[in-house]
């Protein structure tokens, strides 16, 4: 398949002329077409025709001094506003919206030469972690369709393990790329806050939300991160930093490189065959010439409670504006889940609770800020497990929401702080479910994370398996 490619070795086919736009977008409709009434990874799909119309264009225009990722197709999650084509956050409550602008991060893969083929499935609003809690039906996950994708961004995680297209955009408040990309297969980046501009993506909570890709390598997110990264006149949190290029360091050797497990991580509630292929990730990086060195954040178990009390405190407020009179439907359209979490927002944030819950919250932040910097002033990375379990069955987590909740120990702890995490595969378990561990960096150290994903990359195999 042309879609097992690189995002590199794509571009460099398409200026050799060994393969055209056109093939990749009929290759990725004919994916579309087989799998996704059985997996259900997308919401929206862009008509073939105009698409197919859009990847002729291209290629007769050429990629003479064009960008990596011109004339590449790829999806993106159902929270990003696409001008004329319907935006729904996989939630009723904005029925059949069709927005008048385009997120920023749309509108840099458009003026990149990207081509999008459809919107996917995700938790409505972000709320989950296994795309079941979406008034569109379930993803399922491809290595075995009685189990869960993962989420919120299953759906654009399906889409890149099942070659629905080259590469995805994806959005993460506390895991929904990285937990996805784990129990998929797949790659995942979730950047440091500010790297890349929120403007245009349906906000869940304003201060934790990220924009990344989600590809089938290190490489490939190194790509998309170029094209979609820096300073957004629109979004006052997007940074000014300079934006590398991420993709000419991948190779740097990372001889020296300390990379720090914390033991409280490898203890009681992490599955045995996960802790197990992250302890044989960690020998192979190892080889590579890093340190490996055990450290502690006693800390660590307080993340879950500090994000579950400010994400769904923003998100009460974010979720303000859906009165019914603006977009779609009315706020009895939300689901159990969202109701949840605009109850406890409204709650922790209401006068009397103030000091008690959304006050105590921000301290505990500000603590495991300091306990993030002193865990990352002893190595340049930390080493963590991405999910405590394998992908669970289609309605476990959903009919348990506490279990649901705890499954994010893991992912939720780095959004709080801004650290960037990237997701890689690690494994399989021994009924050939994906494994993944992710790889937590400094802020703004996204080319440290990308070299060593890279790198490891090249010494294992697991990234380039695929359920199909
Ligand atoms: N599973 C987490 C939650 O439900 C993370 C979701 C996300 O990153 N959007 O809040």
């Known amino acids: 398949m042309l879609l097992d490619k690189t995002i590199a070795e794509l571009t460099a086919g398409l200026r050799g002329k060994q393969f055209s736009s056109e093939e990749l977008v009929l290759e990725c409709y004919s994916a579309i077409e087989k799998l996704n009434p059985k997996l259900n990874a997308f919401i929206t799909i862009v008509d073939k025709k105009e698409v197919l119309a859009q990847a002729k264009e291209k290629d007769k225009q050429g990629t003479r001094d064009k960008g990596a990722l011109y004339g590449i197709p790829f999806v993106l999650k159902d929270s990003y506003v696409t001008r004329g084509i319907r935006t729904t956050a996989a939630s009723k409550v904005l029925g059949d919206y069709i927005p008048q602008y385009n997120a920023t991060v749309y509108q840099k893969l458009l003026d990149s030469g990207a081509i999008l083929l459809g919107k996917m499935n995700m938790d409505a609003w972000g709320h989950g972690g296994s795309t079941e809690n979406t008034d569109f039906g379930p993803a399922k996950n491809p290595w075995d369709t009685t189990r869960v994708a993962g989420g919120s961004g299953g759906g654009p995680a399906v889409a890149v393990a099942t070659r629905m297209g080259a590469f995805a955009i994806s959005e993460d408040t506390g895991g929904s790329i990285r937990n996805p990309a784990a129990w998929c297969g797949i790659t995942g980046l979730k950047v440091t806050y500010g790297r890349v501009s929120r403007y245009g993506c349906i906000a869940y909570a304003s201060s934790f939300d990220t924009v990344g890709p989600t590809a089938k390598s290190a490489e490939d997110c190194a790509y998309v991160l170029e094209a979609i990264a820096g300073r957004d006149p629109y979004d006052a949190t997007s940074s000014p930093r300079e934006v590398p290029v991420y993709s000419k360091t991948l190779k740097k050797d990372i001889r020296g490189l300390v990379i720090g497990m914390p033991k409280e991580f490898y203890s009681e509630g992490l599955d045995g065959e996960i802790k197990q292929a992250i302890v044989q990730a960690s020998k192979v990086l190892e080889q590579a010439g890093a340190k490996i060195k055990e450290i502690s954040m006693p800390l660590f178990d307080y993340g879950l409670a500090i994000y579950y009390v400010i994400g769904p405190s923003e998100t009460s407020s974010n979720l303000g504006r859906f009165d019914g009179i603006r977009y779609g439907s009315g706020r009895t359209r939300f689901t159990e889940e969202t109701m949840r979490r605009i109850m406890v927002g409204t709650y922790g944030l209401s006068a009397g609770y ?73 494994g399989f378990t021994k009924i050939n479910l994906p494994i993944g561990m992710q790889l937590v960096g400094k802020m703004f150290s996204e080319s440290i994370l990308l070299n060593v994903g890279y790198q490891y990359q090249q010494l294992t195999d697991w990234h380039t398996r695929k359920p199909v």
């Open 354 to 426: 103030y000091d008690a819950y959304y006050r105590s919250a921000q301290k505990g932040r500000t603590l495991f800020i300091r306990e993030y910097e002193k865990a990352l002033s002893q190595c340049d990375i930390l080493l963590m497990p991405v999910m405590p379990t394998p992908p669970t069955k289609i309605g476990e987590l959903v009919s348990d929401p506490l279990k649901n909740l705890l499954a994010d120990v893991y992912t939720t702890s780095q959004n709080p702080v801004g650290v960037p995490s990237l997701a890689i595969p690690c």
